[in-house]
């Protein structure tokens, strides 16, 4: 289903023209830093990227990602291994699902290299080195869940630039930012879908403080990483921007077990600096147009408080 509308011609499912243009731009940004024909997998897990909408809701939260996993024991030891540290036995699903995001979001602690020197590698070579951008962390998280028989796909917010993740736990699928260490909850105190977020970005606004405690910034904010309002600018940033009614979201499946089907080279600078750099101005022309927050582009603008809820 939607075969025509998924990968590269996946605004095809959008009828908001600035929308439209936000996931050309996104995709023009992709080629610019990673190369259009050999960008590896970066660029490859795009062919299977749906967004999600009204359109496509039902079918992404039936039959799109399967249920069944296909992962033979032993074909990565070493994710296995990074598993067993962090899950006991008698956990939950979502139990164990936390327990993963909070691994990947400490995952710069781990490694033995700063992760912003250079990109790319597999799975085994994110934890490595300590990758952490959302990209490379959520193609982790989304295989280490996997590993612990845990259904789980990619979430991109492509005007906003960030990407994500959805697990499935005890039967819901539940949003989570393996990143950030963000796994918000709905109304009644279950998981909440990434479409839930999108129908409702408030919730960010009704999360209660175990929610809360697992947030991290993944560098310095307001010149210091412990201010008090770094946490609330996540959040925040969450509901307005990549869960806000005009981004152009997307779900897509990337399998532990088809490792053989994408290549994952490495890189430090841009395959196209030009091409890139118009993209990139492309893009910020483009959020002002669908009414950004001006805190997105200067997070020193943002002084909110959000709710917390006991």
């Not at 936000?22 to 610019?32: L, S």
């Not at 039959?63 to 070493?78: D, F």
Request: aromatic residues 10%; glycine residues 6%.
């Amino acid at each position: 289903m939607f075969e025509k509308e998924r990968g590269r011609n996946q605004a095809a499912l959008i009828d908001n023209p600035l929308i439209r243009d936000g996931v050309k731009f996104w995709m023009e940004r992709c080629f610019g830093f990673y190369g259009e024909q050999a960008g590896g997998v970066d660029i490859e897990v795009i062919a299977d990227q749906i967004i999600l909408n009204e359109k496509t809701k039902d079918y992404l939260y039936s039959e799109y990602t399967p249920k069944t996993l296909k992962y033979v024991p032993g074909t990565r030891p070493m994710l296995e291994q990074i598993v067993r540290e962090n899950i006991r036995e008698g956990m939950s699903q979502r139990e164990k699902a936390l327990a993963l995001m909070r691994r990947c979001r400490d995952n710069a602690a781990h490694g033995l290299a700063r992760p912003n020197l250079f990109y790319g590698g597999h799975e085994e070579d994110l934890l490595r080195r300590g990758a952490i951008m959302c990209n490379e962390i959520s193609r982790v998280f989304v295989c280490l869940c996997q590993i612990a028989s845990i259904p789980a796909r990619l979430h991109a917010a492509h005007i906003s630039g960030h990407m994500m993740a959805e697990v499935l736990t005890d039967g819901k699928w539940g949003w989570i930012d393996p990143m950030m260490g963000i796994a918000p909850v709905n109304d009644k105190d279950e998981p909440a879908s990434a479409w839930e977020l999108k129908c409702d970005p408030k919730l960010f606004e009704r999360q209660p403080r175990r929610i809360w405690e697992d947030v991290r910034s993944p560098g310095p904010l307001f010149g210091d990483a412990k201010h008090p309002l770094a946490a609330h600018f996540i959040m925040a940033r969450n509901r307005d921007c990549y869960h806000w009614k005009n981004e152009a979201i997307a779900l897509g499946n990337y399998f532990v077990w088809e490792h053989h089907k994408y290549t994952y080279p490495w890189r430090i600078d841009p395959a196209d600096p030009a091409r890139l750099a118009k993209a990139r101005h492309d893009e910020q022309l483009n959020r002002k147009k669908l009414g950004w927050v001006d805190y997105y582009y200067d997070h020193n603008l943002f002084n909110e408080t959000l709710p917390v809820r006991d």
